[in-house]
């Protein structure tokens, strides 16, 4: 080999390296993992795959699956398989018996080689995430429990706020991927305590929407219009993300397709009502709330749209609570 020829190769080779050094973020993103595909899982994985990183998704239902091969995402036949690659996995699942089947079951995250960190998004409560975390930490793997909270539509803009507690050196690994999906709360170390948040915010909203469309209910059966009453309660003390959001885009337009089904709500009412009961706390209104969603999931709402609980006042009161470009249609 001649000298000049030598010499064109080491440079090349020098280039080479050089450029692996310098490698941007986007070029060298490790291969991450995603499960569920659902509602909510969807947007929040086209989030991820939006900021350049690279996906193996996996859900039981192809169709869910496919939105997300087609903006780039790889599919995987199982949780085990997903984890042989995926170092990081997140996790956004409708209830416990799912979570725990994903990560501990026979073809589970846990029988995966490559696994270090879980991020599980979904609400599962403090007490199973304080011991599904024990469990995952004997086997030398990090769970973070980040629960969200924002509705469907945020999860698409990446305006979740999204809470996180358990290891922190594993949060810091995984918190700049969180804020591609929203707004970042870290709790802390201990497991559990991003879920016991989740569940206090959800309490607070899932009062507010349900005395909401009580609220509506009323004024629509004493004749108040309820556009009006959407513009009035928004400029006054009444206004809260029911009226500000579920009622405009989903309740009035009657498209009654805000986000979660009824059976998840009712979830994750029945998941704080439990801590309260184990905690000592008396909670008033939250039992009754968590009757009233309970009414809905038993007749005939459990797969329905959570806004659609307000169909149930209106059948009580014989009254419809219908925007005027919904009334204009009919």
Known sequence: MSRQRRRIQSRLRRAFHARRRNMSPADSKPRLGFIGAGKMGAPIARRLLDAGNHLIVHDISAAAMRGLQDAGARAAGSPREVAAEAGVVFTCLPNLDAVREVLTGPSGLTQGGALEIVVDMSTTGPEFAETLGNELAQRK????????????????????????????????????????????????????????????NNLLSQISTAATY?????????????????????????????????????????????????????????????????????????????????????????????????????????????????????
Not at 141 to 146: E, K, Q, S
Not at 167 to 183: I, M, P, S, W, Y
Not at 254 to 270: A, V
Request: aromatic share 6%; glycine share 12%; charged share 20%.
């Open 141 to 200: 793997v990090h769970l973070l429990d980040a629960p969200v909270s924002g509705g469907v539509q945020r999860a698409g803009e990446g305006k979740l706020s999204v809470i996180v507690s358990g290891d922190e050196a594993a949060f810091t690994r995984v918190a700049g991927l969180l804020e591609c999906v929203g707004k970042v709360h870290y709790m802390g170390a201990r497991s559990g305590q991003a879920q016991m948040m989740k569940l206090v």
């Open 214 to 330: 009580e609220a509506f209910v009323l004024g629509a059966k004493a004749g108040l219009d309820p556009d009006a009453m959407v513009r009035v309660i928004n400029d006054s003390t009444g206004a809260n993300d029911c009226t500000l959001r579920k009622m405009p885009r989903a309740v009035l337009p009657r498209t009654f397709d805000y986000g979660s089904n009824m059976e998840i709500t009712y979830k994750d009412i029945t998941l704080c009502m439990k801590e309260a009961e184990r905690l000592g706390v008396t909670m008033f209104l939250g039992n009754m709330a968590r009757q009233l969603w309970g009414y809905g999931v038993n007749h005939g709402g459990a797969k329905r749209d959570s806004s659609t609980l307000i169909t149930y006042f209106e059948e009580w009161a014989g009254v419809q609570v219908i925007g005027a470009a919904a009334r204009n249609l009919k």
